[in-house]
């Protein structure tokens, strides 16, 4: 496993642990819970996976230290919207019926996200990301062309973001990398 599976993995859940983590300080604040130690440790561990996930995905997209090649469009197809909802459920289920604050939902909770964890990164899921996508991000599968070995058609996933909709025949410049998916720029 590389750090760039993790990191990204964990970045896919920042939104869930931001919501999970206000659910703890808002039933503290109204005295629904104790501060006690598994709350506190909960709390720490949640700001821990979001500050992780946050500069996992950082790293992953902008300090890749792949050399961007020109490639031109032949085939796109946007997979985003094909699994978000699917994945957003999975949110609604974590934040609102888990009580982190009983030890066996919080040791649930945590094996949950462990074998999420396992299928993600062994499938290679990683277009299923809605920090990526809450950042703006869209992700795609494309038939190109590099313009620069003319190796002919090629396919990968691509990581985009853009006000605009990628178009057919133009040329853009991306990251290639062989592992997982691409950037364009």
Known sequence: MTFKKISLYLSAFVPLYFLVMI??????????????VLNSFS???????????????????????????????????????????????????????????????????????????????KNDLFYINPLLNILGYNFYDITFINLENNKGEQTAKFFYKGTLDLSLSNTYYAKLSHENFSMIE
């Open 23 to 36: 659910k703890i300080v808002i039933d503290i604040i109204n005295d629904n819970l104790s501060f006690n």
């Open 43 to 121: 709390l720490l561990l949640l700001l821990v996976l979001i500050i992780l996930g946050i500069f996992g995905a950082i790293k992953s997209i902008k300090h890749d230290n792949t050399k961007s090649t020109k490639i031109k469009i032949i085939n796109k197809n946007c997979i985003t919207e094909q699994y978000f909802l699917g994945y957003f459920s999975l949110f609604v289920l974590f934040a609102l019926s888990f009580e982190l604050e009983r030890v066996s939902m919080f040791v649930v909770f945590s094996c949950v996200i462990i074998l999420i964890g396992i299928v993600y990164i």
